[in-house]
Nanobody, 126 residues
């Protein structure tokens, strides 16, 4: 499996943008589909976006469509989440996740995840 470290979270005003990064260790990063999840206080961890191992397929939660973009750079062992037009309801801890199996399309729920990052806080003020 891979080890994951997120960065890029912070405080931003509504309507602003942030880019989250997730650096992965391990030679096999390019064979794992990746995803982003988030969790707000008192709520369950929820799916945000996923990208296939090749980068050719991406998937988004309805709340993220049109505003967030997931991408990956396999040469840098990094996956990104570009977040635009942020809303206060986007406030959460964001987690990077690696698929449980290789060569998949991407984790869409927590049961699909083999490795989690430690999380990065995103706070959107109104």
């Amino acid at each position: 499996q891979v080890q994951l470290v997120e960065s890029g979270g912070g405080l931003v005003q509504a309507g602003g943008s942030l880019r989250l990064s997730c650096a992965a260790s391990g030679r096999t990063f390019s064979t794992y589909a990746m995803g982003w999840f988030r969790q707000s206080p008192g709520k369950e961890r929820e799916f945000v976006a996923a990208i296939s191992w090749s980068g050719g397929n991406t998937y988004y939660a309805d709340s993220a469509k049109g505003r967030f973009t997931i991408s990956r750079d396999n040469a840098k062992n990094t996956v990104y989440l570009q977040m635009n037009s942020l809303k206060p309801e986007d406030t959460a801890v964001y987690y990077c996740a690696a698929d449980r199996s290789r060569l998949g399309l991407g984790p869409s729920n927590a049961n699909d995840v083999g490795s989690w990052g430690q999380g990065t806080q995103v706070t959107v003020s109104s």
